[in-house]
């Protein structure tokens, strides 16, 4: 795996345990999601989101 697809996958990781403890709504979760792929740009990140 590439270093970019690896850092938005442990980054996401941890952006949905914040989700799922209700630390983020939906949204703020989707605009995070969206950001992170524009920055680390993986390969296969995208087809975990939850924008899919």
């Known amino acids: 795996m590439k270093q970019n697809e690896i850092m938005y996958q442990v980054t996401m990781s941890?952006?949905?345990?914040m989700l799922r403890n209700?630390?983020?709504t939906k949204e703020e979760y989707s605009v995070i999601d969206t950001?992170?792929?524009e920055k680390y740009k993986?390969?296969?990140?995208i087809l975990f989101s939850e924008k899919t």
Do not use: I, N, S
């Open 42 to 45: 993986p390969d296969f990140g």
């Open 14 to 17: 941890l952006f949905r345990q």
């Open 35 to 37: 950001k992170m792929q």
């Open 22 to 24: 209700g630390l983020l």
